[in-house]
């Protein structure tokens, strides 16, 4: 069965720079959810979309954005990056908005250096 | 103190054990509860989930939550080398809200 892809696995990037990562859902599913694990740390949520439009907001910081696409593939837009961005950053998606079966993708492991 | 307790281990048992993954949790809006496993540098995968309280088995894997006690398990039974992995519980309040609250995971080791 399909699964959530992002891209790029993995990006290395120095403090300062920006960094757009990607990712593209499971066919059919209409809701992008974007997660944050740090290091030995759990999933924290960062941001949802449902039908192209922001449907709810965890910890995001404000240097960050995102949005989801007509194709329902969604992007995770990072700028003035700082050691602290370091970490793994999952896409998970799922059908329908506000769902607990939400499914995740390999993700993507920034690196600021 | 966070919202979602979890052992962090590491949990050592010998191939064909019963094991049993626990999380404490103090938010009385939860009312889903999931549990993933994750590998090693891989993305988590939904194993099993449930709503409210009550027990749920799938093949090896039963789920139990205790609303009451704020308490869920997951129990594998005939326990394999395969299954070592990170095993995280994950709740979810719904109400609009849409972010999953993880527990930071138990990591799990069969031993052969």
């Known amino acids: 069965a399909a699964g959530v892809i992002q891209s790029p696995r993995h990006l290395i990037k120095e403090k300062r720079e920006t960094a757009t990562l990607k990712c593209y859902p499971i066919p059919r599913h209409d809701t992008v959810y974007w997660y944050q694990q740090g290091p030995g740390q759990d999933p924290q949520f960062l941001i949802s979309?449902?039908?192209?439009?922001?449907?709810d907001k965890g910890s995001i910081p404000d240097r960050f954005s995102a949005q989801q696409f007509s194709d329902y593939h969604s992007e995770l837009n990072m700028s003035s990056l700082e050691l602290g961005d370091s970490a793994l950053y999952f896409c998970?998606?799922?059908?329908?908005?506000?769902?607990?079966?939400?499914?995740f993708g390999p993700g993507t492991r920034l690196t600021v250096t | 103190q966070k919202e979602v307790e979890q052992d962090p281990g590491p949990l050592s048992v010998p191939e064909g054990a019963i094991v049993s993954l626990n999380c404490t949790y103090s938010?009385?809006?939860?009312?889903?509860f999931m549990w993933y496993r994750q590998y090693s540098r891989k993305g988590p995968e939904l194993l099993m989930y449930?709503?409210?309280?009550g027990n749920k088995e799938d093949g090896r894997f039963t789920a139990q939550v205790d609303k009451s006690s704020k308490y869920i398990s997951l129990f594998i039974r005939d326990s394999q080398p395969s299954d070592s992995a990170t095993y995280l519980c994950?709740?979810?309040?719904?109400?609009?809200?849409?972010?999953?609250?993880f527990g930071k995971g138990t990591h799990l080791i069969i031993q052969p």
């Open positions: 998970a998606s799922s059908l329908g908005s506000g769902r607990y079966e939400q499914y």
């Open positions: 449930t709503y409210s309280s």
């Open positions: 979309f449902y039908e192209k439009m922001q449907s």
């Open positions: 938010n009385s809006a939860f009312q889903y």
């Open positions: 994950a709740m979810y309040s719904g109400g609009g809200a849409d972010g999953l609250t």
